[in-house]
């Protein structure tokens, strides 16, 4: 399946998505659904709550709410928020913890000149997620 201009190919069930154009540049990135449902699973088991017990709370079924956890299934904002409800947790709460598993998942680049020296003169042109080598 292609995917729109620069964001590469996503497999239907695959847990990450080659981003950028093709070439020794594609990293792998994890999908925004997979770090949703860990984060939504890591707080219901700090809870020590049963996904029945969490289901039942936010109006869904036993079965979706584990495919979300699992990063199966997309879910909805207002399903987000029925299951941030049950968990007792705000939207933004969750949101932020999934910025920064998204954060530690992001592999810095450290560019280098055909010689092998980093390249410093292009900062301007670094992109997100890129590591910047400043050396004295």
Do not use: F, N
Not at 79 to 107: K, P, T
Request: include cysteine.
């Amino acid at each position: 399946m292609a995917g729109a201009a620069g964001v590469g190919m996503v497999s239907p069930m695959s847990d990450v998505a080659h981003i950028g154009p093709g070439g020794r540049e594609r990293r792998p990135r994890p999908l925004l659904r997979k770090l949703i449902g860990e984060v939504l699973r890591r707080r219901r088991l700090e809870q020590r709550r049963t996904l029945a017990d969490v289901a039942r709370r936010a109006r869904v079924s036993v079965p979706y709410l584990s495919e979300v956890e699992r990063g199966r299934k997309e879910a909805s904002s207002e399903v987000l928020a029925a299951v941030c409800d049950a968990l007792r947790v705000e939207l933004s709460d969750v949101l932020a913890e999934v910025g920064r598993d998204l954060v530690q998942h992001a592999a810095p680049v450290i560019r280098l000149d055909s010689v092998g020296r980093a390249e410093t003169a292009r900062v301007a042109t670094r992109r997100w997620g890129d590591a910047v080598l400043l050396a004295a």
